[in-house]
Nanobody, 116 residues
């Protein structure tokens, strides 16, 4: 029974920054591959960023590349998404989950709203 709880969202002006946090419980976190997803109104959920293994560069959606950074703290069972230079197009509900194979149960997400 995996539980995912996202936090850190809010209202921010374009150009601002936010740091999202995801706490994973109910399973051994270890070095499980994790990612951040987002879903805007009327849009399909998409992968935003994902941690990789080995020497491979972490994955980022083209539209967020250079602005977002994904990281983790295994001791705290947490995954983070640092978001800089936010744009109105980034407005969405953000979710964390395992990647590339997500757990079936998704958390409630955290809403990020970027005003112009």
């Amino acid at each position: 029974q995996v539980q995912l709880v996202e936090s850190g969202g809010g209202l921010v002006q374009a150009g601002g920054s936010l740091k999202l946090s995801c706490t994973v419980s109910g399973t051994i976190f270890g070095n499980r591959r994790m990612g951040w997803y987002r879903q805007a109104p009327g849009k399909q959920r998409e992968l935003v960023a994902a941690l990789t293994t080995g020497g491979t560069t972490d994955y980022y959606l083209d539209s967020v590349k250079g602005r977002f950074t994904i990281s983790r703290d295994n001791a705290k069972n947490q995954v983070y998404l640092q978001m800089n230079s936010l744009k109105p197009e980034d407005t969405a509900v953000y979710y964390c989950n395992r990647h590339p194979v997500p757990w079936l149960g998704w958390g409630g997400g955290t809403l990020v709203t970027v005003s112009s």
